[in-house]
């Protein structure tokens, strides 16, 4: 079982070592890099890849890590045996599974992707160490046993918004997925639009990479910025010379709305425009 990436994924050599040094090692793969980077695709492409199915937690600041697990009703319950419901028989009826359960529980073996674990708790992924590492937890209300009898190959991303544990650090196989260079860039978009005329690709590729470098931007476009602006620069028909000018009122790339996403970078180009007039 190894990936080698897909026909709509360009991974890098070093990524597809990560993933491989991964799941021959039974560790979470903990993928950090910048947003738009593909860290999230990645977890979908490998299970693509590998012929897995794919489980999808995604995080957010209110996930608790019991939640991955299960989450029992009480309310539920309460609320049934006030009507005599003879649900309330089985406490079962009143256990809903988590996505850890879920991907324990499966009857392959699973890709289970942790989506941005640093959105959440700074305690957070110390809750999940005994699970991740055991790959079993206890069910207190029914005294059960939950466990993995494949164990799911875990991907685990996460934007460095936090620090994570370094007891957590230690379970996981990390990898910086650094941002493309030009030319696997240039594969990437190729991927997303074949037959793309080769002389807007490298116009388009030149400005975006110039933008990118611009001092004190706040806010870099990234891969996925990218794909979205060359899609519109071909639905509207945007001639490759346009973006080859160099004109001083041209700072401002055409569409720029697709790769500057705040007010404070726009003001920058507008501001840089005007000096070089001068």
């Known amino acids: 079982m190894r990936f080698t990436g897909t026909s709509d994924y360009i991974a890098t050599e070093d990524l597809r070592i990560a993933v491989n040094a991964a799941v021959a090692l039974e560790r979470p793969l903990l993928v950090k890099g910048e947003p738009g980077t593909g860290k999230t695709v990645l977890a979908r492409e490998v299970a693509r890849g590998l012929g897995l199915p794919l489980i999808e937690w995604h995080i957010k600041s209110t996930t608790k890590a019991q939640q991955g697990l299960y989450d029992y009703d009480a309310v539920a319950r309460l609320r049934d045996s006030?009507?005599?419901?003879?649900?309330v028989r089985d406490i079962d009826n009143y256990i809903r599974r988590g996505k850890l359960w879920e991907a324990f529980a499966a009857p392959t073996r699973p890709v289970?992707?942790?989506?941005?674990?640093?959105?959440?708790?700074?305690?957070?992924?110390?809750?999940l160490l005994l699970e991740l590492d055991r790959m079993e937890f206890h069910v207190y209300e029914?005294?059960?046993?939950v466990?993995?009898?494949?164990?799911?190959v875990v991907i685990i991303t996460s934007n460095n918004e936090k620090d994570l544990p370094d007891a957590f650090l230690r379970r996981c196989f990390f990898h910086y997925i650094r941002f493309p260079d030009a030319d696997t860039m240039r594969a990437i978009v190729e991927v997303h639009y074949p037959g793309l005329?080769?002389?807007?690709?490298e116009e388009a590729l030149k400005?975006?990479?110039d933008i990118r470098e611009a001092p004190g931007l706040k806010k870099k476009p990234s891969t996925s910025e990218l794909i979205d602006w060359i899609k519109l620069l071909v639905s509207e028909d945007i001639d490759p010379a346009?973006?080859?000018?160099?004109?001083?009122?041209q700072l401002i790339p055409p569409l720029h709305g697709a790769l500057l996403k705040n007010e404070q970078d726009v003001h920058l180009f507008e501001r840089?425009?005007?000096?070089?007039?001068r």
């Open 82 to 87: 006030q009507l005599g419901d003879e649900r």
């Open 112 to 127: 289970l992707l942790i989506d941005e674990i640093d959105k959440a708790d700074i305690d957070f992924p110390n809750d």
């Open 142 to 145: 029914t005294g059960a046993t």
């Open 147 to 152: 466990r993995a009898e494949r164990r799911p």
């Open 197 to 201: 005329k080769s002389q807007l690709l």
């Open 207 to 209: 400005m975006f990479f």
């Open 242 to 249: 346009v973006l080859k000018q160099r004109d001083p009122k």
């Open 272 to 277: 840089l425009a005007v000096a070089t007039r």
